[in-house]
């Protein structure tokens, strides 16, 4: 790779640090509010959807920007989907509201990355069609329309680019998100680092407490 660099990071350290908008859900575990992701053994479960749970009206307020259309979904439908269709109307909302792909400090956008689908088996295909099939019996009938074409993308972003995240120890997950800026980080089948939400404003990749050394981080200039 042209102009590469290449740095090692070993177990512990910060590789990457984001504060971005981009969006991420929390619905993975239990005892987790979904603006902060603290955990609270007691919390404020949403009035209208029953689903969202929160510390208190401080983060629901705080919450209520990225919750307002899916707490109306959700109520709607009847049933909660999956956390990559939740994740996609998310990603689908912004996109409404802002009117372009998302960028996160202008480094990168969801348009600017790989959907692989072309990549995808049989059985793979399958499960993605059943995917956009819920999502749009998810999705409003006020809300703007896409193409099943680019639902599919998001899709494929989401698979491809997603995130597990996880609680501030980095050892049980807490939501799922997508954030451009540490998508270029490269990617690799058996990776050895974890991306930790800190109180639902910053994420970091970080090196992963069962790393033996430590990793390595390409970027092309």
């Known amino acids: 790779m042209a102009g590469a660099s290449c740095w090692h990071i070993y177990t512990g350290c910060t ?8 969006p991420h859900i929390g619905c993975l575990t239990q005892g987790v509010c979904h603006n902060c992701f603290k ?8 009035g209208q959807c029953k689903f969202a749970h929160y510390c208190d009206r401080t983060c629901q307020k705080e919450g209520w920007a990225e919750h307002k259309s899916e707490c109306s979904a959700i109520k ?41 689908l072309d990549d995808l088996g ?5 499960e993605l069609k059943v995917d956009v099939h819920n999502f749009l019996d998810f999705w409003p009938s006020n809300s703007r329309m896409f193409g099943v074409q680019y639902i599919s993308h998001i899709f494929g972003l ?23 800026n540490l998508c270029l980080v490269n990617h690799n089948c058996w ?12 994420v970091t990749l970080s090196g992963a407490l069962h790393s033996p050394s430590s990793h390595c981080l390409h970027r092309a200039s």
């Open 39 to 46: 955990k609270q053994l007691k919390l404020q479960r949403c």
């Open 76 to 116: 709607k439908n009847g049933s909660v989907p999956n956390e990559n269709i939740r994740l996609a109307a998310r990603i689908l909302w912004r996109i409404e509201k802002e009117g372009s792909a998302l960028s996160e400090g202008r480094l990168t956008s969801l348009d600017d990355l790989e959907n692989h």
């Open 15 to 22: 590789s990457l640090s984001s504060q971005g908008p981009c």
């Open 122 to 126: 049989e059985d793979d295909m399958k």
């Open 191 to 202: 990776p050895n680092c974890t991306v930790i939400l800190n109180n639902g404003k910053y």
């Open 158 to 180: 989401i698979n491809c680019n997603g995130f597990t995240l996880s609680d501030q120890r980095g050892l049980q997950a807490v939501g799922v998100g997508i954030f451009p």
